[in-house]
């Protein structure tokens, strides 16, 4: 999936396409992009409305995955929600995992690195989530936990 915002940012920080000078921009400004990830705008808005702040904790995981999935009736929605879920997933194995950290794969695609070196695709995880409610983002972090 394209992350608008991602292209945004690099071209801020001089950056071009997603290849290796992205990769190697990623890894001078962790902070930056970790924060600029963890924005997950329609998510936070949508659980919002639903009483449900994101504080970015595992509890906050079990909370979202226990709320009505009201987003599936909208299509256009669906895929930006999962999205952001991914991308929330990821903020808080990076933020509460030791060792783990955003890594950007070819072609720019955010990916979580965990200390043992294993990635986790948490933007796909997200959108299954999304479309399915399964794997419950509580499960993915709960194995990124135990790895």
């Not at 952001?84 to 194995?93: H, M």
């Not at 990916?111 to 948490?122: I, Y």
Request: hydrophobic share 40%; proline share 7%; glycine share 10%.
């Amino acid at each position: 999936m394209n992350i608008p915002f991602l292209e945004a940012w690099r071209k801020r920080h001089g950056g071009g396409h997603a290849g290796s000078a992205a990769r190697s921009e990623v890894e001078s400004d962790r902070e930056g992009v970790a924060d600029m990830l963890a924005e997950c705008e329609l998510l936070r808005a949508r659980v919002q409305e639903l009483g449900v702040r994101l504080d970015d904790t595992p509890r906050s995981l079990e909370l979202i995955d226990q709320l009505p999935p009201r987003w599936r009736d909208d299509p256009e929605e669906l895929p930006w929600l999962g999205n952001d879920a991914g991308l929330y997933l990821g903020t808080v194995i990076v933020r509460t995992v030791p060792g783990a950290s955003w890594q950007l794969m070819p072609g720019g695609h955010p990916v979580v690195r965990l200390a043992s070196g294993r990635e986790l695709h948490v933007v796909e995880a997200g959108l299954d989530w999304a479309m399915s409610g399964s794997p419950e983002l509580s499960q993915v972090y709960a194995e990124a936990a135990e790895a």
